[in-house]
């Protein structure tokens, strides 16, 4: 899994930076939007594929175990609790609630209740809160659903990854395709909104196969859907397999038409796109924490290599500061449990980056960011990456920034061009 990034220490007791203060870059009432992430690090195996910061029952060891998670995050919480009412920010209620991981629900449906209660305790749940979990199709029952259904859970993100078997044994997921549409059923019974997460470009992955996956996402009826290239990080075990010839990587013509079948099917059934990986029906469906990250929002990470953002308010020099625990379960759980932060570095953005970060989000999303959001040498670019088919040219003369499907194809070309 990869290295965290380097970065300035963080203080024991958490303390944010002295220039971090209450934005008026808001809704009506002032205050910036703000969401918690739980990371969850345990899952019942490692994909081949995976590089995520998680953990299998046989690679942790005392003070990292799952039936003890749910109370050191919450330790967390109280931290997280002192450390912005410090900086005048503990007065907003959570928009949203997402808890990912690994497997959050490897823990009982309880223990993530507990969590949620906490988190409400501490700061309050915004009126329409949106609160989800990523589960694994095997991970729960119609029973645990209704639990987190009552405990205030509205979302669930089903991770599929794809309904051909030989795919499935390739990223060496363990469920049951078969099993999807009925863990679709049982949430939708317990009256949550349900999400089908899939990987395209896996090493033996035909179209044909990819539209098989997309035709059984389509037939369970699903209101959100997230397909992502598969990327092969070094130092997970499939890197290992295609370094030593023993899977052959698709090349970057294949995943360009899986991703335009996938935009064209899941258009044609009424669900648009509004960020790149994702498509939901209507704007009321699409992920609101998601939406947090790529618009700039406040957010506090709990868990093991969990990251946090804030941002600076009015200070001129500084445009907010991003911090990230440290990563190994054990380690962290021994730090909060004393009292300290689990910070293992943070970094202090200025103006520029902030800009930097906000085009190279911003042109993610559907809606865009404003043409005057370029700096001033980069907005001539923009006539030429209409010319290229690469932005909209009707949303162009309208002032904003928007991507075609070949665009979104090739998005991290359209942000170069359009950064110093």
Known sequence: MPALPAGEAVPADGALPEWVRPSPVGPADGARPFGVYVHVPFCSVRCGYCDFNTYTASELGGGADQAAYATTALREVELAV??????????????????????????????LARVLRGIDDAWGLAPGAEVTTEANPDSVTPGSLRVLADAGFTRVSFGMQSAVPHVLATLERTHDPRRVPDAVSWARDAGLDVSLDLIYGTPGESLDDWRA????VLAAG??????????VEPGTK??????????????????????????ELLTEAGLGWYEVSNWSRGPERACRHNLAYWRGDDWWGIGPGAHSYVAAGSDGDHAGVRWWNVKHPRRYAALVEAGASPGAGRELLTPAEAQLERV?????????LPVDALDPSRRAAVAGLVARGLLDGVAAVRGRVVLTRRGRLLADTVVRELTP
């Open 213 to 216: 996956s997309l035709e059984a």
């Open 360 to 368: 190279l989000l911003g042109v993610r999303v559907r809606e865009g």
């Open 238 to 263: 499939m890197h290992a397999q295609v370094r030593r010839g023993e899977l052959a990587l698709p090349d970057e013509d294949d995943q360009a038409a899986k991703y335009e079948l996938a935009d």
């Open 222 to 231: 699903v209101d959100h859907v997230s397909a992502y290239a598969l990327v």
């Open 82 to 111: 002192r450390v912005l009412d410090a900086a005048g920010l503990g007065s907003r209620p959570a928009s949203t609630v997402f808890f990912g991981g690994g497997t959050p629900t490897m823990l009982p449906a309880a223990d």
